[in-house]
């Protein structure tokens, strides 16, 4: 029955809505009704409420509304005492009514782009894609969408890096034309590259650098009066600069880093987040963005059986919890958002998801803004839908209750003023308790449930039996089965549940008989007092907000360290004194410290040795997304300062084997990758704030198998280079490029203002100014390189192309050249024993470290690895068995020397006063076996602490255990649960694409 | 702090460039001269030392270790004497699990020669892929590796595995144990997700599980069945399980997690299997009562590795060993894993590590001589400096656990003694000479 009304008022809307342009079929139909909806308590917009007042909707427009406003005649006239108005919702990021994206079916790899056209060289820049020319409606989704009390959407096609424009449509039913509210209102980013097969970008720091780029080409384009190259993607870009920008980032990370590439564009940037936002709220809250927040909170795990519990992280466990307190949190936070639908896999979860929010703090309020009054403003539609005001589209929705009222129900949902129901508000709620006199039998009934979807439960005695309740009108069928067969009730309604209702039935032999239900109270939802407190408690945030993450961020300490072996790396050597640190420095060093200043921490260091920290010149820990852009040849434009994360636990790891450096450097997977990041392993800070500033720029190139792509497999046997021929010219081509690019930039700085503009202008390159900056000693290479021939010749590239390479990174054949490396000047940072991992390590020796040093090249030993990288002081100490190296030059292999092949020796690498206080305090020689990290400390900071970390550890165990607790009662109060699946985190080295899978 | 070992080691290796340049490839005839190493700390791979040991070898055995403070000997039986007061004498280290010989270049398709095409391999021996003349091997030796477990990898059933001394001129007299045991790895009921992997969907992965788990039910039943009689046509897979059945040969079940490891011991009981082995078992530390209920030994996954779980106590792979050691449950080490067959060299630092971590020294030195040898059922000959073993041991300049000391002067196997130094040293010297260093 109620398929068919749906049916008619289709129709009935069709017939209404036809457009002025278009032909009738039959007679017209035009129908000016004027509708008065009178004594609801209207909100005209989320913080305005108008109780007892009269709301006027004619030709689809709100024609008046408040108090004392005189009925039009021949209008119909709606009583709606005791309900309530709201405009209603605004969805400001679906895919409403637009197809997905398809799939390219290009083989591997896809060197060029596969679009057709005068469009840009990216697939997964299209601007040109307009939501308006792709949108469609779709009844079903629109059904659903009014369901939830949503009126309008912005939608667009969610594919690409520069996604296009989007649509501002009705969630009505009826033709295109009339939905169709506004096109071309945003235009929207992503930094996933969607369905695009091309093989650039692969990581997120490459996709950071193609938005980038595109950027500065629109610039150009848009200045550039030769117009040699004609490109519609490029002029879609530059059309769409003065509407509202919309970003979808996919969490908090994203989120900062979206907002940089905007910075740097002059572009303020609306920012779909992914929500876990409230984890760095200050940092998001620094954006000045307005946010979209989606509301698919994580769902629950079956924690049931403990062995599976073991499985999940600490963070997983904390996420679950605090996911849901994202929107208070930008509330708290005074960060403007709005709410979507987008990322939910069941819409029907919204409801119950915001709900949630709420009850984790989230305001009223602040919900009914973020649906009605902030998406409208975000599209500057302000003035149109989002509140009830004269004027504004009638989109609005009629409810039982106030809407966020846990019970509350949408009655009708009126999309530009036509009516669509959801529940027939004249429906007689059946819900309550019943005693129900059946064959002489006195049985009970309960009819519980939603309006639309009774739960019904007869029941006698200690017998319960699932009754299934029909009502159609005042027609009441209701059916179960007894333990003495089938029956099939009718009766008939009599105005109100409360009085009750009877009629007729039939047993399954067919016998008949009659029933009563008599009303006896109203269903009493069960208050869950035992476990209310558990639920209500909210854990603490923790940074990282994971397993080793702090509740306070531990401080600079004033610390005098007594008595303890100091490893100096300075002429004073190795010897037994003090160190004093103050304020991030190292404040004294001597046999004896004197002077000692209040509030200062003393450490018996007796026994004990204290080193530099370690540096570690070659890590690929705190990445995300990515560490190879090894698309292209050349990718010098991506950099992973643009990806650092700080909620990586191998920094706490580390910290726990004495690391406080590490330059994250891009993968090898092609000859010029990108540019480094070096952090100081400051856990719990944010990515930026683990920066080392002021630090150099460094790039990492990469030689041999891993450039040429010799074990990448068969089908990768297409792009440039293939042999170690091409290589070279690889570097020879890309700093010819450079020289002439940089000459171009100069002739054309040099030109006067009236040339300037006469004249073309050159495009801005960004990978070339990366090559610039090496020309001009402004950024320095670290390259990854194996055998003899291949370090020879970039050498001898570097010598006629007129820069130095820094420092060849494992350069396990360095031992070969040695000579030949001392003259150029370069550094050397190797593995201690790695070989035979492939071709060209088979002459490797673990003799490297200790014959480059005496060489006179400055030699480091790195990681590469991340399990590694906590026993550095281990891989030091083998040159002391592979070579015979000092151990006071053996620890210089990952202190000092890496310092200052990094250009941070001034700073970091000994134990100096007015150097960094980056520390630490082993158990034993720290070139042992059986050393143990004591205390780290990073800028006097002590952030690793073996006694800290006991207790730490218990406390993991105790949160753990609290958040697995509230689990289980989540589930027991009938929360669906999903399978716990154990989520390894991804680590990098070297030779890993983002496609790959680990190894 | 100036140290005197690395002028130790340089004497070291000046001696040994003296007496065989560039011929470490090849194999020492046997000797069969009794000698006398007087003075040397004993470490006997039993939990015991000797700190003045008198250690006599002949016709490949140790024919004497006792107490020098002690003991009165005639050393007039012995045909020459060596004086190794203050150096340390330690049993041959022994690598289980181990690919030495069957790779010599991981990325070089054409030097792997573990992993057999097929599913259920038991029948291929990784004996035949052994060779003795991987360039890797004199790299292992040279820190006092002796002896290694040469097993084959992947699929369900990988094959059987050979115990190999680490010198010969061919497999045929390098092998110390044909065939002793068949590898299995068990499916993995909760395989990882890498995070940011498209991976398989949830009920993927549990059919792929429950098809893994009747495959290798229904093949030991099968093999159970046909082990009872004699059968005219033979079905080779079978034929090599008999020894399984039999417990003449060991099954090594490699498997990692808690529920795994619980349905491998069920499963071994449903099959009546006489003698198995975990190998890797990273949470047998969770399950040493039902290890030690059913006397299940473990051959340990790499202590330098990283813990699996964020959540994990961040030492937790280098405190494992023990608390299996403490839990009373026999242990050893292996390297297994990436880049195995090369960083075998470090099997001993692995060991030094759990020393750090809550073993004595002795104890540490167990997980790599003589719990090894029980647990492969070889330690009727190696594993311990004893009479009437095989004379397959080293001789170290320090503590040979920590690579600060390690520095391997001496090492015999079988009374032979083997060349230490290697081709890596080979091209050290070479460039040492091009660039006049000493």
Not at chain 1, 895 to 907: E, F, S
Not at chain 2, 338 to 366: C, D, H, I, S, W
Not at chain 2, 384 to 407: P, R, W, Y
Not at chain 2, 415 to 435: F, M, S
Request: a neutral charge; charged letters at 25%; one cysteine or more.
């Amino acid at each position: 029955m109620k398929k068919v009304l749906i049916g008619v008022v289709v129709l009935f809307c069709r017939s209404v809505i036809a457009q002025e342009t278009f032909p009738v079929n039959g007679t017209h139909n035009k129908n000016n009704t004027v509708y008065a909806f009178t004594n609801a308590s209207v909100y005209i917009d989320y913080q305005t409420k108008i109780d007892k007042a009269t709301l006027i909707v004619k030709n689809g427009i709100v024609e008046k509304v408040g108090i004392g406003i005189i009925l039009p005649k021949g209008a119909v006239v709606v009583d709606l005492a005791g309900k309530y108005i709201y405009p209603s919702f605004i969805d400001v990021y679906s895919n409403y009514g637009i197809a997905d994206a398809k799939p390219s079916s290009a083989p591997q790899p896809q060197i060029e782009s596969n679009t057709k056209g005068a469009f840009c060289w990216n697939q997964a820049v299209k601007p040109e894609t307009d939501a308006s020319k792709l949108f469609v409606a779709d009844p079903q989704s629109a059904t659903e969408m009014r369901k939830l009390g949503f009126g309008t959407a912005l939608t667009l096609q969610k594919d690409g890096i520069v996604r296009g424009t989007s649509a501002l449509v009705s969630l009505g039913d009826g033709n295109e034309n009339h939905l169709m509210i506004a096109s071309n209102v945003t235009a929207n980013y992503s930094f996933d590259k969607g369905v695009s097969g091309q093989d650039y970008p692969s990581s997120q720091m490459g996709s950071i650098a193609l938005l980038r780029q595109t950027y500065y080409d629109a610039q150009w384009y848009a200045l550039d009066k030769t117009k040699r190259e004609k490109n519609l993607s490029l002029e879609a870009l530059i059309a769409q600069q003065k509407m509202p920008q919309i970003f979808e980032a996919q969490d908090k990370f994203s989120v900062l880093r979206a907002d940089k590439v905007g910075d740097e564009f002059g572009l303020q940037y609306i920012i779909k987040a992914g929500g876990d936002e409230y984890q760095r709220i200050e940092e998001v809250k620094n954006t000045k963005a307005a946010f979209i927040l989606p509301l698919n909170f994580p769902m629950t795990y079956d924690v049931s059986d403990p062995y599976d519990a073991m499985m999940i992280s600490l963070d997983q466990l904390k996420n679950w919890e605090m996911a849901p307190s994202n929107p208070m949190a930008f509330e708290k936070a005074q960060i403007p958002f709005a709410l979507t639908t987008s990322d939910l896999k069941d819409k029907a979860d919204f409801r119950k998801n915001i709900l949630k929010a709420i009850e984790l703090g989230l305001s009223e309020r602040e919900a009914l803004k973020a649906l009605t009054y902030t998406p409208a403003n975000m599209l500057g539609m302000g003035n149109k839908i989002g509140a009830l005001k004269d004027g504004m589209i009638a989109n609005f929705i009629i409810t039982s209750t106030p809407i966020f009222n846990e019970k509350c129900i949408i009655y009708q949902n009126w999309v530009q003023g036509i009516q669509y129901e959801i529940v027939n508000y004249n429906t007689i709620d059946l819900r309550g308790n019943y005693s129900l006199l059946l064959d002489q039998k006195n049985y009970r009934l309960k009819i519980a449930g939603e309006l639309n979807a009774y739960q019904t439960i007869v029941s006698i005695d200690t017998f319960k039996y699932n009754a299934k309740i029909n009502l159609n009108g005042n027609n009441i069928g209701i059916s179960f089965e007894t333990k003495l067969g089938a029956i099939r009730l009718a009766g008939a309604l009599n105005q109100k549940a409360t009085n009750g209702f009877k009629g007729k039935g039939q047993w399954e032999d067919g016998k008949w008989l009659e029933w009563i239900a008599s009303y006896s109270d109203s269903i009493k939802t069960v208050e869950k007092k035992d476990t209310a407190k558990v639920k209500s408690e909210i854990g603490k945030l923790y940074f990282p907000n994971m397993a080793y993450g702090w509740t306070d961020q531990p401080k600079q300490e004033i610390v005098l360290i007594k008595n303890v072996t100091i490893w100096s790396n300075e002429s004073t050597g190795i010897f037994v004194g003090d160190v004093l640190i103050q304020n991030g420095k190292i404040a004294n060093v001597a046999p004896a410290i004197q002077v000692i200043p209040a509030n200062v921490i003393v450490i018996d260091g007796s026994g004990k040795h204290l080193s530099p920290g370690i540096v570690d010149e070659h890590s690929h820990i705190a990445i995300s997304n990515g560490v190879n852009e090894g698309a292209q040849a050349s990718t010098a434009e991506v950099r992973i300062g643009d990806v650092v994360t700080s909620d990586d636990v191998n920094i706490y790891r580390q910290l726990s084997g004495g690391v406080t450096t590490s330059q994250l450097l891009h993968g090898s997977a092609n000859p010029i990758g990108g540019q480094s990041a070096i952090i100081k392993l400051r856990w719990g800070l944010a990515p930026e704030k683990m920066k080392i500033e002021g630090a150099d720029g460094f790039i990492k190139f990469a030689l041999g198998e891993n450039v040429k792509q010799s074990n990448w497999g068969p089908r990768n046997v297409i792009r440039f280079p293939q042999t170690r021929m091409g290589v070279e010219q690889v570097y020879y081509d890309a700093f010819q490029r450079a020289k002439e690019y940089e000459l171009k930039w100069k002739k054309y700085s040099a030109l006067s203002p009236a040339l300037k503009i006469s004249s073309a202008v050159p495009r801005k390159d960004i990978e070339l100014d990366a090559l610039v900056e090496i020309l001009n000693k402004k950024r320095f290479i670290t390259c990854h390189s194996y055998v003899q021939s291949e370090i020879n010749m970039l050498m001898h590239v570097a010598d006629s192309m007129g820069f130095k390479v820094n420092t060849f990174t494992h350069i396990l054949e360095g031992y070969k050249v040695a000579d030949k490396m001392k003259k150029h000047g370069v550094g050397a940072s190797t593995f201690s024993d790695w070989w035979a991992y492939k071709f060209e390590v088979k002459d490797a020796i673990p003799y490297n470290a200790a014959l480059l040093s005496q060489m006179g090249v400055v030699t480091a030993v790195n990681s590469d690895d991340a399990e590694m990288a906590r026993r550095l002081n281990q891989e030091a100490s083998k040159a002391v068995k592979y070579g015979g190296l000092s151990q006071e030059d053996a620890l210089k292999l990952v202190t000092l020397n890496p310092a200052k092949l990094l250009h941070l020796d001034t700073k970091i690498g000994s134990i100096k006063i007015g150097k960094d206080a980056d520390v630490v305090l082993w158990s034993d020689n720290p070139l042992s076996v059986y050393a143990k990290v004591e205390k780290t400390f990073v800028d006097g900071v002590c952030y690793f602490d073996a006694q800290q970390d006991k207790k730490m550890r218990e406390q993991i165990a105790v949160e753990r255990n609290r958040l697995i607790q509230k689990m289980i009662i989540t589930k027991k109060e009938g929360a669906p649960t999903q399978k716990v699946i154990f989520k390894k985190p991804r680590l990098y080295d070297c030779d890993d694409l983002e496609t790959d899978n680990e190894d | 702090m100036k140290i005197k070992y690395s002028l130790l080691f340089i004497l070291a290796i000046i001696l040994f460039t003296a007496l065989k340049p560039f011929a470490q490839t090849a194999v020492v005839t046997p000797s069969t001269k009794a000698i006398l190493f007087k003075g040397g700390i004993a470490h006997l791979g039993n939990g015991r030392v000797i700190e003045n040991s008198l250690i006599g070898i002949k016709d490949g055995k140790i024919i004497l270790i006792t107490d020098a403070a002690t003991a009165r000997i005639d050393g007039s039986v012995f045909d020459e004497r060596i004086t190794i007061t203050g150096k340390h004498v330690y049993p041959g280290i022994i690598a289980p699990s181990s690919t030495i010989g069957l790779n010599e270049l991981d990325a070089v398709r054409a030097t792997n020669d573990f992993s057999e095409v097929g599913y259920i391999n038991p029948h291929v021996r990784s004996l035949i892929s052994y060779n003795t003349d991987s360039k890797i091997i004199p790299t292992i030796r040279t820190n006092g590796i002796l002896l290694v477990q040469a097993s084959p990898r992947g699929g369900l059933i990988s094959g059987s595995s050979s115990i190999m001394k680490l010198d010969g001129w061919n497999w045929e007299d390098a092998v110390l144990k044909a065939d002793d045991g068949i590898h299995l790895n068990w499916p993995e009921m909760n395989a990882p997700k890498i995070i940011r992997e498209t991976d398989q969907s949830y009920n993927e992965r549990v059919k792929n599980y429950n098809t893994s788990i009747s495959n290798v039910t229904n093949f030991f039943a099968d093999a159970k069945a046909y082990s009872q009689i004699v059968h005219d046509e033979k079905n080779i897979r079978f034929e090599a399980m008999k020894g399984i059945i039999t417990g003449e040969k060991i099954l090594y079940v490699h498997t990692n997690s808690l529920k795994d490891i619980i349905e491998v011991i069920a499963f071994t009981k449903k099959f009546e299997i006489k003698k198995y082995v975990l190998v890797g078992a990273r949470d047998a530390y969770l399950a040493t009562a039902i290890l030690k209920e059913n006397n299940v030994p473990v051959i340990l996954a790499r202590v330098h590795e990283l813990p699996e779980n964020i959540d994990d106590d961040v030492d937790l792979p280098y405190k494992r060993a023990a608390e299996l050691f403490k839990a009373g449950v026999l242990v050893c080490l292996t390297n297994e894993g990436g880049m195995e067959a090369m960083g075998t060299r470090n099997l001993p630092f692995q060991a030094g590590t759990t020393v750090a971590y809550g073993l004595t020294k002795e104890e540490a030195l167990m997980l790599i001589t003589s719990n090894t040898a029980k647990i492969l059922g070889i330690e009727d000959r190696v594993g311990v400096l004893e009479e009437n073993k095989q004379a397959t041991f080293f001789i170290s300049e320090g503590d040979a656990l920590d690579m600060i000391s390690n520095n391997v002067v001496k090492a015999f196997i079988d009374g032979k003694e083997v060349e230490l130094p290697n081709e890596q040293l080979q091209l050290y010297n070479k460039y040492k000479q091009k660039y006049g260093l000493k």
